[in-house]
């Protein structure tokens, strides 16, 4: 029996799919002063990820990913843990310039995107969505790497 998984960002997503029905006290960047001088993306990798996949493979796309999103986040002059969903696409945009789409998505989205999971789950942390999905759900750069994963599947890669 094959289990039917979601598809499309917008199954994944929550009652909030758009950003513009994120009321503003809620936005991420409404929280940058408290992000500041905080390595949140450290914290995550050592004592969440690399607890339960501590692997050379794991090490190396942590750090590509960080490093690169961060980057991206600075050149914008926020803090890489307020990222909103037009940041990821345009991330996703520069990413694609350079890379294949599978490339983008294991190396790069998939691991930011899971940082920003754990922090919208986290009690720690004012994050009530991540903007990674909600990117999916309303650019095309971001949906088209998003939808590698669903790609892999319909062909039995579930990798």
């Known amino acids: 029996m094959t289990e039917d998984w979601p598809s499309t960002p917008e199954e994944y997503a929550s009652a909030i799919q758009q950003y513009n029905e994120i009321p503003s006290r809620y936005r991420l960047e409404t929280f940058e ?34 490093e690169a999103w961060m980057e991206h986040m600075q050149g914008r002059g926020r803090h890489y843990a307020t990222g909103s969903p037009l940041d990821v696409n345009e991330w996703c945009n520069s990413l694609l ?37 909600i990117a999916a759900t309303q650019y095309d750069a971001a949906r088209y790497i998003w939808m590698h994963r669903v790609d892999e599947r319909e062909r039995g890669d579930d990798s």
């Open 97 to 133: 310039e350079e890379k294949a789409r599978r490339t983008c998505y294991d190396y790069y989205f998939v691991r930011i995107y899971d940082f920003y999971e754990y922090l919208k789950y986290s009690v720690s942390h004012p994050h009530l969505y991540n903007p990674f999905l």
């Open 33 to 66: 002063n408290e992000y500041q001088e905080k390595d949140i993306w450290g914290t995550y990798v050592e004592d969440v990820v690399l607890e339960q996949h501590d692997s050379e493979r794991m090490q190396r796309t942590l750090r590509l990913s960080g």
